[in-house]
């Protein structure tokens, strides 16, 4: 086979995986490329015969194996002969069992990861993760986290497909008539999760954030609505249909691009950040176009502010599986730890005035992460779900 | 369990290893590993068993293959099921680069231009092109060429 891409590059990516080190984007990738393989055709391999010879091997191996270990113990009850190959003779069955389960049920997820124990102290809060609920046109609740890969969903003018750990497609089919409908997907405190539009753009939703988007977009524009939260849009070019996306009264186009908007309740401005291409947005008549590099900030009282190179790792780090702190105080640092953990915060006595810079994994617990934030100034406990500052 | 393993490595030897050692493993920590869905545990273990198997290195064509043919599926738009989602799977690695790299990548596989082309378009010499695609050469035809051979 010639080698045009490096299969040192995939291996890379698998170590990064395999380490709990890897991005949303890389570990994305590698799961996408496990699950490649049940797509191709499982032509029965074997014959009868081979599949005897094959299993028996395999058995006769396994107790050898557990003999030696058994050996290096000293584990009376198990050193006794007729029990280890009962023993044995039943986690054949358990094979044989596994593999007709398997056989039967191809196309589902893995969940649990034997791969990753690992012991949660006493008090712990684990970090956020993939979990959304999506509202179909019918009213009807799909809760996202807890689905199989696989078909999710027929409508009528679309398929929902979930195509990996924290991502859903939506396959448009032909339109047959002229109906729009509405979904809407819901991101809970704790969750993220991505979404391909029907026209191949990827919206990723960060916690607490919500779009509402037709299952078909129409031939004139592509619109949907940023409701809460904060997103990064990869928006498919299509220069005949541009993307809109609406927030508030503001109404932000594009034609093909990239960018994050963030829009939370506590935050005091809406962020909209260009990272690639051009985008044109809209408050109430007043128009303004954006550069990469630039940042339109709205107010609470709608006056708009454009800043120029802004810093883009800090607006993507979210999406990078990071926190990306730059001289922020402690009240903005803990509105971020807030939607991630899904905790509250109570400030006793005086609230701290240091400020906080530096990247941190989103993928850790909240007590490691609040370990790399306390200080002779700052004092940070957990109780339940709730964190204390005292200064 | 096996067949999990085998539709990716095609090597009864490498996947015979994978199942033995993952039972064995269970045997050894039958006190303390608490399984809550078998069926799930177990393909996990398969996919963390395989993942290893390639991460120490084991030469294994069939697991590489996607990932050789994923960068000439073009856009997918038009294609069959797998096409599509080999397309999908390149895009999905595109991602994971950096941004100058996706960059060239983009350039000289999806619009087909030539490193030297990419090199005058993005004002950089061809040899930080070429170090940055890898192992692929300039003449991307004749490599499209006889890959075409293998698959027709």
Known sequence: MLSVMDNNELIKLISKYLSGKATIQEAEFVERYYGHFDLQNAAPAFSEEEWQILSLGMR???????????????????????FRYAAAASIIFLVTIGSIVYMRNKSSSLQSDPAKGGELAVNDILPGGNKATLTLANGSIISLDSAKNGRLAEQDQATILKV?????????????????????????????????????????????????????????????????????????????????????DVQIKVLGTHFNIMSYDNESVIKTTLLEGSIELDKNGGVYLLRPGQQAQIDKAGNIKVLDDVDLERVSAWRNG?????????????????????????????????????????????????????????????????????? | MFMSAYQRLKDVDQCKDIIQDIWADIWVRRGSVEIQNLRSYLLSAVRFQVFKMIERGQDSP????????????????????????????????????????????ILHFANKLSVKEIAERLNISTKTVQNQLG?????????????????V
């Open chain 1, 60 to 82: 006769k191996a396994i107790e050898e194996k557990i003999e030696k270990v058994d050996e290096t113990r000293l584990v009376p009850l198990y050193r006794k002969k007729w």
């Open chain 1, 164 to 248: 990996g750990n924290g991502l859903i497609t939506y396959d448009a089919i032909p339109p047959n008539g002229h109906k729009v409908e509405y979904n809407s997907i819901n991101i809970p405190k704790g969750g993220q999760y991505g979404v391909t539009l029907p026209d191949g753009s990827k919206v990723l939703l960060n916690s607490i954030s919500s779009m509402r988007f037709p299952t078909a977009f129409n031939e004139k524009n592509r619109v949907v609505e940023l409701t809460s939260g904060e997103a990064y849009f990869e928006v498919a070019k299509d220069i005949d249909k541009p993307f809109i996306v609406k927030v508030g």
């Open chain 1, 322 to 391: 990071l926190f990306y702190f730059e001289d922020d105080d402690i009240k903005a640092v803990m509105r971020q730890l807030e939607r991630w953990y899904d905790i509250t915060v109570d400030y006793q006595g005086a609230v701290p005035k240091n400020t906080f810079t530096g990247q941190i994994q989103r993928d850790i617990t909240l007590s490691r992460l609040l370990e790399n934030l306390a200080n002779s100034n700052v004092h940070l406990s957990i109780e339940g779900r709730k964190v204390v500052v005292k200064p």
């Open chain 2, 62 to 105: 069939t697991f590489f293959a996607p990932f050789q043919q994923m960068a000439f599926t073009g856009t997918g738009a038009d294609g069959s099921v797998m096409e599509k989602e080999l397309a999908a799977l390149f895009r999905s690695w595109l991602n994971t680069l950096p941004e100058k790299r996706r960059e060239i990548f």
């Open chain 2, 135 to 151: 192992t692929a050469v300039s003449d991307l035809r004749s490599r499209l060429a006889g890959i075409l051979l293998q698959f």
